[in-house]
């Protein structure tokens, strides 16, 4: 029992710091970049579950947050008013609710895609906030959509297939070393 804590406070840590990387592999775009966060994320929430899943990336936006620059524009408290710092707070629930239904359902499209509903759902209405009642931008939805989502959805799905790809022999790998 103690064994199986050890190992998932050990990928949780593992997963934060992957996350960070994935923060560095990044296309610049617009107002926002193409990384591999939500890729680190996703297996985060199908290999470690709901609660380890979200508290790796809880930790990880914490990190960025107190001033280490692991975001993938910088990091610091005052990240908090950039535009896609919703994003990264939509990656704690997304994980979370990845985790979850990975528990219940074995269709991997339907567990992913909730999980980037998720994150959309925190990070554009944030962004929209951050734009419109921060800056004074005055983008109207169809502005926040194309700065904040539908660029990136292409490679979302790349992520999600290549997480669909990666994660069941990790799981094995894992499942066999917690025996």
Sequence with gaps: MQHRKTLMLVLTAL?????????FF???FALAAISLQFLFTAMAGILLGAGYGALS?????????????????????????HPTFGFLLGLIPAA???GRLARSTRSFWRIALAGLAVLYAV?????????NGYMGKGMDLSAILWA?????????????????LLTPPIRRALDNSAK
């Design 57 to 81: 990336q809880l930790v990880y936006v914490l990190i960025g947050l107190v001033g280490v620059p692991i975001f993938a524009l910088g990091g610091g408290f005052s990240y908090v008013l």
């Design 123 to 131: 990070g554009l209405p944030y962004m929209a906030m951050i734009l």
């Design 15 to 23: 997963f934060a710091a992957l996350t960070a990387v994935g923060a």
């Design 148 to 164: 904040g989502m539908l660029p990136f959805l292409p490679g979302d799905a790349l992520k999600i297939l290549v997480t669909a």
């Design 96 to 98: 979370w609710v990845i």
């Design 26 to 28: 990044k296309i610049p």
